[in-house]
C-alpha cells in the first residue's frame, strides 16, 4: 500500500543541524511532488516547504529561509529535510507528505507519514 | 501572502447534529481549497480537495462548498468518529497555507 515513513528525528541543541528522512513505497514516487508540514505542540499545521517530482523547484517558509533544505533521491523514493541553525521554534512534530495528482504542483496532500518529532533543546 | 482565518475555533455538538465550518482566504484562491481531519497523535486525513470533491473513502456525511473566497464544510450527521480538529487549506500559490484549524468536541 501507498505508505510515507519518516525517520532522523530526535533531540538537538539549539544551532546544530538535523536531517529527516522520508521513504516512500507504493506509489511511482519519482511522479509526484511532496512536502514536509510541521506542527508544534499543541499548535496548528504548518507547512514547511515544497519539492516537485524532478527535484527541480523547491519552495519553503519564509520562517525556515536559508536554515531547511529540502531534497529528493528519485532513484531511492527518498525524501529529506536538511535542518541548519535550528532554534527552539523549530520544536515540532514533521510530518511529509504526497501530493494527490501526478506530476500536479500546486495541489492537495493526500497521503501522510505517521511524523516524527524533532525536539531543540539545551 | 494568502493568510486563511477558520470559525468556529471551537464547536461543542452532540451526536446527529449538522456541522457547518467556515474558512476564508484573504484573496481568491478559485477552488483550490482543500479540508483535512485531525485526531490527537495522528497525520491529517484528506477529506475534501478542489471545494467541493469528496476524498475517496471519506463518508458521504462530509461536504464542502465555495463562495468567493469563503468555503464551508459541512458534516450533515456527526458520528462519534468524527470529534477532531478539522483544517482547511489553500494550495493555489506556493505558500500552502493552513488555517488555524477547528475543534470539535462532545457537548
Known amino acids: 500500500q501507498v505508505q510515507l515513513v519518516e525517520s532522523g528525528g530526535g533531540v538537538v541543541q539549539p544551532g546544530r543541524s538535523l536531517r529527516l528522512s522520508c521513504a516512500a513505497s507504493?506509489?511511482?514516487?519519482?511522479?509526484?511532488?511532496m512536502h514536509w508540514v510541521r506542527q508544534a505542540p499543541g499548535k496548528g499545521l504548518e507547512w514547511v516547504a515544497f519539492?516537485?517530482?524532478?527535484?527541480?523547484?523547491?519552495y519553503d517558509v519564509d520562517s525556515v529561509k536559508g536554515r531547511f533544505t529540502i531534497s529528493r533521491d528519485n532513484s531511492k523514493n527518498m525524501l529529506y529535510l536538511q535542518m541548519d541553525s535550528l532554534r527552539a521554534e523549530d520544536t515540532a512534530v514533521y510530518y511529509c507528505?504526497?501530493?494527490?495528482?501526478?506530476?500536479?504542483?500546486?495541489?492537495?496532500?493526500?497521503?501522510w507519514g505517521q511524523g516524527i518529532m524533532v525536539t531543540v533543546s539545551s | 501572502d494568502i493568510q486563511m482565518t477558520q470559525s468556529p475555533s471551537t464547536l461543542s455538538a452532540s451526536v446527529g447534529d449538522r456541522v457547518t465550518i467556515t474558512c476564508r482566504a484573504s484573496?481568491?484562491?478559485?477552488?483550490?481549497l482543500a479540508w483535512y481531519q485531525q485526531k490527537p497523535g495522528k497525520a491529517p486525513k484528506l477529506l475534501i480537495y478542489?471545494?467541493?470533491s469528496l476524498e475517496s473513502g471519506v463518508p458521504s456525511r462530509f461536504s464542502g462548498s465555495a463562495s468567493g473566497t469563503e468555503f464551508t464544510l459541512t458534516i450533515s450527521s456527526l458520528q462519534p468518529d468524527d470529534f477532531a480538529t478539522y483544517y482547511c487549506?489553500?494550495?493555489?500559490?506556493?505558500?500552502?497555507?493552513f488555517g488555524p484549524g477547528t475543534k470539535v468536541d462532545i457537548k
Open positions: 507528505a504526497k501530493a494527490k495528482r501526478l506530476q500536479w504542483e500546486k495541489d492537495v496532500f493526500d497521503i
Open positions: 484573496q481568491s484562491i478559485s477552488t483550490w
Open positions: 478542489d471545494a467541493s
Open positions: 519539492i516537485s517530482y524532478d527535484g527541480s523547484k523547491t
Open positions: 487549506q489553500q494550495y493555489n500559490s506556493y505558500s500552502f497555507v
Open positions: 507504493g506509489f511511482t514516487f519519482s511522479t509526484y511532488a
